[in-house]
């Protein structure tokens, strides 16, 4: 099984910064893309921000210029600085990894962390 501990979620004021850290754990061959999706109350889970193997970053739009993904591939962790934070910014953080499991399948599966709730006080 694979697991995802998130941390670093917590209270802060409007421009302030949080830093948030997803790690992976488990049994798997390797991970593709990880990333964060966000839940606000009465609003459905959109994306924040994904990252490739690789190093490629994808950012919403609502974060581009303010938050900062990042990996490291040799500790299966992804790092989300966010900086200039708003009251829009407020929800659950969930982390998620594209997990190949097995060195003879191809085949990937989706992995979500616990949440972490991410409140921007104004």
């Known amino acids: 099984q694979v697991q995802l501990v998130e941390s670093g979620g917590g209270l802060v004021q409007a421009g302030g910064s949080l830093r948030l850290s997803c790690a992976a754990s488990?049994?798997?061959?390797?991970?593709?893309?990880m990333g964060w999706y966000r839940q606000a109350p009465g609003k459905q889970r959109e994306l924040v921000a994904t990252i490739t193997s690789g190093g490629s970053t994808n950012y919403a739009d609502s974060v581009k210029g303010r938050f900062t993904l990042s990996r490291d591939n040799a500790k299966n962790t992804v790092y989300l600085q966010m900086n200039s934070l708003n009251s829009e910014d407020t929800a659950v953080y969930y982390c998620?990894?594209?997990?190949?499991?097995?060195?003879?399948?191809?085949?990937?599966?989706?992995?979500w962390g616990q949440g972490t709730q991410v409140t921007v006080s104004s």
């Open positions: 488990g049994s798997f061959f390797s991970i593709n893309a």
């Open positions: 998620n990894a594209d997990v190949r499991r097995y060195y003879v399948s191809t085949r990937s599966y989706d992995y």
